[in-house]
């Protein structure tokens, strides 16, 4: 399965993709620009994390890549590949509820805690993109 090789790319559509979980070694970008908020990716095998402004944004352990991350209203949206089965964290608004959808499928409801964290698990493999979906209810 592709990944991000530049570790970061705005796409053609007004998305973002990062990571790169086949890095052995801890790889990073700072300071990218995008939509005028600047973003930093730091990858590789065991983790992947993204931060806008200085901000958490998203996270996951092991490393994965994500393609398309888009944040329109109440939903996030990206599709999320790797090698193993990842916990994905991602900033939300706090102590707000969301359902998160993997492939169109319902996985659940949850409610983010104070800091505004959500946190799941996916089960990854090298040849699928997992698309994810999580709307603010």
Same mark, same amino acid.
């Given at each position: 399965?592709? #990944?991000?090789?530049?570790?970061?790319? &705005?796409?053609?559509?007004?998305?973002? !993709?990062?990571?790169?979980? &086949? $890095?052995?070694?801890? !790889?990073?970008? %700072?300071?990218?620009?995008?939509?005028?908020?600047?973003?930093?990716?730091?990858?590789?095998?065991?983790?992947?994390?993204?931060?806008?402004?200085?901000?958490?944004?998203?996270?996951?352990?092991? =490393?994965?890549?994500?393609?398309?991350?888009? !944040?329109?209203?109440?939903?996030? %949206?990206?599709? #999320?590949? =790797?090698?193993?089965?990842?916990?994905?964290? $991602?900033?939300?608004?706090?102590?707000?509820?969301?359902?998160?959808?993997?492939?169109?499928? $319902?996985?659940?409801?949850?409610?983010?805690?104070?800091? =505004?964290?959500? #946190?799941?698990?996916?089960?990854? =493999?090298?040849?699928? &993109?997992?698309?994810? &979906?999580?709307?603010?209810?």
């Amino acid at each position: 399965m592709a #990944v991000v090789e530049e570790l970061i790319r &705005k796409e053609s559509n007004g998305t973002i !993709s990062f990571g790169n979980y &086949k $890095l052995s070694s801890k !790889s990073k970008v %700072s300071d990218f620009e995008y939509q005028g908020d600047l973003y930093k990716v730091k990858t590789f095998q065991e983790i992947t994390k993204l931060e806008k402004n200085g901000m958490f944004v998203y996270e996951s352990v092991p =490393g994965t890549t994500v393609f398309h991350l888009d !944040s329109k209203d109440d939903v996030l %949206s990206f599709e #999320v590949t =790797g090698n193993d089965t990842a916990q994905i964290t $991602l900033e939300l608004e706090p102590e707000k509820e969301y359902e998160i959808y993997n492939n169109d499928d $319902l996985l659940g409801r949850m409610k983010t805690n104070l800091g =505004g964290k959500l #946190v799941f698990s996916l089960e990854l =493999g090298e040849d699928t &993109k997992e698309k994810i &979906k999580v709307v603010k209810l």
